[in-house]
């Protein structure tokens, strides 16, 4: 699907943030011409996470796709745009639910932005939810890889032998909804990472207002020894838990991407400060642009390790106040 050979610029989550976009965009060097966002040399990849939480989400989407389909990029899916669908698509009676993702009120709330600002384009939304579909849920270019959260290889393999081109279909997202199911275990692992149960059954509230049993963990550390080594979310952990050791069959269930893989660009994390590398072959470009942080691109050309200097982004503005 990617040409090794080429030159990407890899850009993190938008989530509705398409005047950032355009931006960003800008910075990098492409321009809007018959409609579309090109460049001469360089092709997008966008990580996911496209909609959502922004205030112009139908825009962003438009952007994305216009480029796409004009070649000029290439678009993975996010968990976000993988709640769309499961939000629109019936569940499989054995799930015991109406819908693959459930009409709760907290799913409401997290969708609620994006269904608001398509209300008066029902067609629109329903193309867009069409074109979900021709996302896929990862790219292995061979000297680079891109995933919206992790990279399990013992997932992607099986994956790419049902759906040779990455790319997932209804009733993959009905089953999904199946606890156990395969469908369930990539769309958790792929999309959204991995976790770790908090113990002695504790939760805590996050900054987005969530209230979790779970946090989210590193999948490349080598030898951690305590919950503070494996947490990644912006969120912190209690000072007693973070100093909590790890069981020994906590770290035997550890993911680890390994130093001599190839490149691995990731979304989803909310990270903030200076876009940097994690590890010289893995880096994060989710810098909480709807949080008024920073909207990060990566541009990749031949190097076989992440540059520090070739991160480039810009800073998300509050608006002023009236």
Not at 53 to 70: S, Y
Not at 141 to 148: I, M, S
Request: charged share 20%; proline share 7%; net charge negative.
């Amino acid at each position: 699907m990617l040409d090794p050979a080429r030159s990407y610029d890899l850009i993190g989550d938008v989530h509705g943030c398409a005047h950032t976009l355009e931006q960003l965009l800008s910075v990098l060097g492409y321009r809007f011409q018959a409609g579309v966002w090109r460049h001469p040399e360089r092709i997008a990849v966008f990580l996911g996470d496209i909609i959502d939480r922004g205030p112009l989400i139908r825009e962003a989407l438009h952007i994305v796709r216009d480029m796409v389909v004009a070649g000029h990029a290439v678009c993975i899916m996010g968990n976000h745009e993988f709640n769309a669908l499961g939000w629109v698509t019936p569940a499989l009676p054995e799930s015991g639910k109406l819908f693959v993702r459930e009409h709760s009120p907290r799913h409401a709330r997290l969708i609620g932005e994006t269904l608001a600002q398509f209300e008066q384009y029902p067609d629109e939304w329903h193309d867009f939810v069409n074109w979900f579909y021709e996302l896929p849920l990862f790219i292995d270019a061979e000297r680079f890889r891109v995933v919206h959260a992790c990279w399990d290889s013992s997932l992607i393999g099986p994956l790419l032998g049902l759906h040779g081109n990455g790319c997932i279909d209804k009733h993959f997202v009905q089953a999904s909804a199946v606890p156990g199911s395969f469908a369930s275990a990539v769309f958790d692992r792929l999309l959204r990472g991995t976790d770790m149960r908090l113990p002695h059954g504790m939760t805590f509230t996050g900054g987005d207002g969530l209230t979790r049993a779970f946090f989210r963990t590193k999948f490349w550390e080598d030898d951690p020894q305590t919950y503070g080594d494996v947490v990644f979310q912006p969120d912190a952990l209690p000072e007693g838990v973070a100093k909590t050791p790890l069981t020994t069959t906590e770290k035997n269930a550890l993911l680890r991407y390994g130093s001599d893989e190839p490149l691995l660009f990731v979304g989803h994390y909310w990270r903030s400060g200076v876009p940097a590398p994690i590890r010289p072959n893995l880096a994060c470009l989710d810098y909480s642009a709807v949080l008024y942080g920073k909207l990060v691109a990566y541009r990749l050309d031949q190097e076989t390790r992440i540059d520090p200097d070739k991160f480039v982004w810009v800073d998300v503005k509050r608006p002023e106040a009236v």
